[in-house]
């Protein structure tokens, strides 16, 4: 199975949207460019949500059949470890492997040293394609990050063995995830996790890497632009080298995870994807659920009172639905609203609070991250909410397609 040249991951964790998204995919193909979705949801959401993954595959196959969509679409069992994995096998068809807890894990020496044996390549002056200067390596360089990736990569080859027996290794497209981790990978990094990959004959299409600034969710990107690109560039010369060279596939791209809503770096994207003539695959992160609460509050009556309830009790709850996410969000206490003062406001007042348009005054970007947490007051809602989004559907929908369309794939993929 293999995977087209972009591709963008969509979440639907309440099952309800995949019709509104899709059509945001058939707006783009209408001007011409195809963008493949990719339905995302993790076992830590559903666990949340109290779904099931066959729910989003279900999903999916609903929204393609409704709008006859004839172009491919794939299902991500998102975020996915040995001990999760198997419940995502029989309704996924595209798999990310998250290996940042084997990140510095143990491993003997041995195994470094022949790695080390395998590839003096990677060690000394390497001049890459596109990148202006030489990489200057050292062995005890190349031997410190091949002592903290190689339990990564074995790891990732766990994972992928136990789908491939249970798929087939040609039903399926492999994702390897190393952007939960503390520091960035640089360019001779990035290349030393492609080589043992390559070892491991893990026959990844998209490699997720972490890349310098923050990546909070369902905001902007904090970091110097200008870094980043330099970064996305190097790393994309990277895999080029890295393609003839280890035996990874040659279709490889870049994935950028919690990608959606980062609007200062989508220029930058778009940029060295044309440059270098390469593919892409990004992920988002929640941007379809903050729709769902944006086109209730819009509704008015109880879907303006359900928006109301949830930030109310996600206000109450801070600490608790912040946790987990503690490393990719940054909320400012002090410019919260009290939850009386958003009970006295209009659908419009909570809608361009919560919207993702930095130009108006009225968007607070603390409320939008506590939000964007609080999906499990949602859930807790349990019919309150989903009936809610079934009798506002259009309004609802309209918010979502308008959302992926005009805010993350027209600047993407058409520089708009």
């Not at 394609?129 to 990569?153: F, H, N």
């Not at 190097?234 to 809503?261: E, F, M, R």
Request: aromatic share 8%; charged share 25%.
């Amino acid at each position: 199975m293999i995977i087209e040249p972009f591709s963008f991951g969509v979440g639907d964790r309440f099952a309800h949207q995949a019709a509104a998204q899709l059509r945001a995919f058939e707006m783009l193909s209408e001007r011409g460019v195809e963008v493949v979705p990719v339905w995302n949801k993790s076992h830590r959401e559903h666990t949340t949500i109290g779904s099931k993954p066959q729910s989003l595959r279900d999903a999916a196959d609903a929204a393609v059949h409704k709008l006859n969509w004839d172009n491919p679409y794939y299902v991500d069992a998102d975020h996915i470890r040995l001990e999760t994995v198997d419940e995502f096998i029989a309704s996924a068809d595209f798999f990310t492997l998250d290996v940042a807890d084997f990140i510095d894990g143990e491993i003997d020496d041995a195994q470094v040293e022949k790695f080390l044996e395998h590839h003096p390549e990677l060690v000394g002056t390497i001049d890459i394609v596109g990148i202006e200067m030489p990489i200057e390596t050292t062995r005890e360089q190349v031997k410190q990050w091949a002592t903290k990736y190689l339990p990564a990569v074995a790891g990732a080859g766990a994972i992928y063995n136990r789908i491939a027996d249970a798929k087939g290794a040609e039903n399926f497209v492999t994702e390897v995830s190393m952007d939960e981790t503390d520091a960035p990978q640089t360019p001779p990094e990035l290349l030393v996790i492609l080589a043992a990959l390559g070892d491991a004959q893990i026959p990844l299409q998209t490699i997720a890497p972490k890349f310098s600034g923050r990546f909070n969710k369902g905001v902007d990107y904090v970091g110097d632009t200008a870094q980043f690109e330099r970064e996305f560039g190097d790393d994309l010369c990277v895999i080029q080298h890295a393609i003839p060279l280890y035996g990874v596939p040659s279709n490889l791209k870049l994935s950028v995870h919690s990608g959606s809503d980062k609007f200062s770096i989508y220029a930058p994207i778009r940029r060295q994807l044309g440059k270098h003539h390469a593919g892409l695959h990004i992920k988002t992160a929640g941007t379809t659920w903050l729709e769902e609460v944006i086109g209730l509050a819009l509704a008015g009556d109880e879907g303006l009172q359900i928006a109301r309830d949830i930030y109310r009790k996600a206000l109450a709850k801070q600490e608790e639905l912040c946790a987990p996410y503690a490393a990719v969000i940054d909320i400012d206490a002090a410019k919260l609203p009290d939850a009386e003062t958003v009970d006295n406001w209009s659908g419009a007042e909570f809608a361009a609070a919560l919207r993702h348009v930095p130009s108006d005054e009225r968007y607070n970007p603390s409320l939008r991250q506590l939000i964007h947490v609080g999906y499990k007051i949602a859930a807790q809602m349990g019919a309150r909410y989903t009936d809610a989004l079934e009798n506002n559907a259009e309004i609802v929908g309209n918010c979502v397609t308008e959302n992926l369309f005009e805010r993350h794939l027209k600047p993407l993929f058409l520089g708009e």
